[in-house]
T-cell receptor
Framework: EPEVTQTPSHQVTQMGQEVILRCVPI?????FYWYRQILGQKVEFLVS????????KSEIFDDQFSVERPDGSNFTLKIRSTKLEDSAMYFC??????????????FGEGSRLTVL | QKEVEQNSGPLSVPEGAIASLNCTYS??????FFWYRQYSGKSPELIMF????GDKEDGRFTAQLNKASQYVSLLIRDSQPSDSATYLC???????????FGPGTRLSVLP
């Protein structure tokens, strides 16, 4: 069964460092997403990506964050100058269709980021 | 501000009972509604979605939607200990591509 894969599963970094989280969405999906979940809190939307550009982003997704689809398969989230409060589980998700269509999100297993 | 609200729980039910999970949403024009299950430390996995008023059944699960009341619920019949997890309600608003998640309800099914 097709699945969304994420690497690394866990990354520990020092405050101020840059991290890149990688995702391989399901191959025939068109919409890609990053969500984060701080421990014990709700799943929060960061950004959606369609047709090689950001289609929507939340207020969390400020200049510290960027996304890229460097090739036909990978979808990356870059976090510059990490802060303690960036510590969270970051989920990549993909879907076949977007707005106005009951198309489910398929989630990866997540990348746990710990900022020290 | 798009909001999705759920009781945080924990909701405890005995094995074999019906568990009822509720969710309300603020964006009246929302079209699609999803229930995800999340085990501790794991990613959300879809249980079912609903987009028409009324009931939708899938095995032991029934989703109920009332758009006039901006309310969606999930019933789990014959609850099993393996159903113990956090249940997330997610809403796809009409003018966005993102999914807005509620805080989740923690369900505990007691053997």
């Amino acid at each position: 069964e097709p699945e969304v894969t994420q690497t690394p599963s866990h990354q520990v970094t020092q405050m101020g460092q840059e991290v890149i989280l990688r995702c391989v969405p399901i191959s025939n999906h068109l919409y890609f997403y990053w969500y984060r979940q701080i421990l014990g809190q709700k799943v929060e939307f960061l950004v959606s990506f369609y047709n090689n550009e950001i289609s929507e982003k939340s207020e969390i997704f400020d200049d510290q964050f960027s996304v890229e689809r460097p090739d036909g398969s990978n979808f990356t989230l870059k976090i510059r100058s990490t802060k303690l409060e960036d510590s969270a589980m970051y989920f990549c998700a993909s879907s076949e269709a977007g707005q106005g269509w009951p198309s489910e999100l398929f989630f990866g297993e997540g990348s746990r980021l710990t900022v020290l | 501000q798009k909001e999705v609200e759920q009781n945080s729980g924990p909701l405890s039910v005995p094995e074999g009972a019906i568990a009822s999970l509720n969710c309300t949403y603020s964006d009246r024009g929302s079209q699609s509604f999803f229930w995800y299950r999340q085990y501790s430390g794991k990613s959300p996995e879809l249980i079912m979605f609903i987009y028409s008023n009324g009931d939708k059944e899938d095995g032991r699960f029934t989703a109920q939607l009332n758009k006039a009341s901006q309310y969606v619920s999930l019933l789990i019949r014959d609850s099993q200990p393996s159903d113990s997890a956090t249940y997330l309600c997610a809403v796809n608003p009409p003018n966005g591509q993102n999914f807005v998640f509620g805080p989740g309800t923690r369900l505990s099914v007691l053997p």
